[in-house]
């Protein structure tokens, strides 16, 4: 469910940006960017869903490989395909979105070996309640693109966590809906 969240560490991924002068802002692209989450069901099937609302910003200094981050997800744009599912987890059984209108990911380590991003380390707060949270580089790239007659530069890469949402405080219907929120994150970040 904090995939939301998760959404936006897709935009971190600038920290394998090329060779370049002090920290630079990028902004999350919300139209090529999906946070999508799984919860297992009963342990026969996953019910899947994403959130469609996010916005976040990186700040990232390319030689000395370091960054920050923040990226928020609305909490009410969950959506599942299932309009009675979204409205439980809208609820406050779980997301309880009226109390708690954000899910916010907050990040100032990004982890690179050998030249390369490997995982986000920081802090989700979900539900009211705040953990760390390490999100998972599978790929990562950073490039010039054209977009018309406009060059810009664009980091994109897909990633990937896992959160107990017992440790954020939602714990109806365990065991049968899984405790581990597995998020898979795509997307790209422009400058």
């Known amino acids: 469910m904090a995939r939301g969240l998760v959404l936006g560490l897709v935009v971190a991924f600038t920290l394998a940006v090329s060779p370049r002068a002090a920290a630079e802002e990028y902004s999350l692209d919300t139209y090529h960017t999906s946070v999508h989450f799984a919860v297992s069901h009963n342990d026969i099937s996953y019910v899947r869903g994403r959130f469609a609302k996010l916005r976040g910003s990186v700040q990232y200094d390319a030689q000395a490989r370091t960054g920050a981050m923040v990226i928020s997800v609305q909490t009410n744009s969950i959506d599942t395909g299932n309009t009675a599912v979204d409205n439980v987890l809208r609820s406050e ?62 980091c994109g890469g897909d990633f990937r966590a896992v959160l107990k949402r017992s440790e954020f405080g939602m714990t109806r219907f365990l065991p049968e809906v899984g405790d581990e929120v597995e998020l898979e994150i795509s997307g790209e970040a422009v400058q």
């Open 93 to 154: 059984q779980f997301l309880d979105a009226d109390r708690y209108p954000e899910v916010h990911f907050a990040s100032d380590r990004f982890v690179v070996e050998d030249g390369k991003l490997i995982a986000i380390e920081g802090k989700l707060t979900l539900h009211g309640v705040q953990r760390p949270l390490r999100i998972e580089a599978r790929r990562f790239i950073c490039r010039e693109v054209p977009l018309g007659l406009l060059r810009r530069f664009v």
